[in-house]
């Protein structure tokens, strides 16, 4: 039997995974969370062989959680399963130490088999994703400096990227404006910028604010 773990803010979007995953006989899901403070409890208190892990949600996002876990050696299988283009996330979410992206608007016979891949010790990448990474792999001398920022910093820049002023961008990610200054001071020295105005073009030219 398959234990399976959901962490997604959305009760609906956890309803309709649930529903699609116990339709089979050898899947179970043990629980469920809707943040990251639930899931670390959970976590403790659940064997778990693969985690469905939403990356947008309030508080500690999940391609951060994913770090955790892969810095803890927790053997528990991610399978990030989000919204957001396969483009932007998914070699950071693979990255990260993640063992699968899942689109949410994939067939949910691949996400079954998805699971099914991950609980063999095997990776779930889709084929979009696989093009991804064979283009990642020819052009990896030419990575875009961007990629050397954090998760945390990245969603900084994507919000300065947006126009956001800081203390609205430490609203949104629940984090303080001066933790947010300290962010956007290493973009700006990682990317060799000098202000906002430079960051925003930055976002725009490498379509990152979107």
Known sequence: MINVILCDDHELVRKGIRNTLESE?????????ENSENLKNIL????????????????RSGL?????????KNPTRVLIVSMHPEKHYALRSLRAGAHGYFHKSGNPSQMIGAVRLLAQGRYYVPPEISELLVTHLKTHENSKIH??????EMD?????????????????????PKTVSVYRSRILEKLNLSSNGELILYSIENNLNH
């Open 156 to 176: 900084t820049l994507k919000l300065i990227g947006a126009g956001q002023r800081l203390t609205d961008i430490a609203r949104k990610m629940m984090i303080s």
């Open 44 to 59: 403790r208190q659940h064997d778990c062989d693969v985690l469905l892990l939403d990356i947008s949600m309030p508080g």
């Open 25 to 33: 006989t050898d899947i179970r899901i043990v629980a469920e969370a």
């Open 64 to 72: 951060e959680l994913v770090e955790q876990l892969t810095k803890e």
């Open 147 to 152: 990629d050397t920022l954090s998760q945390r």
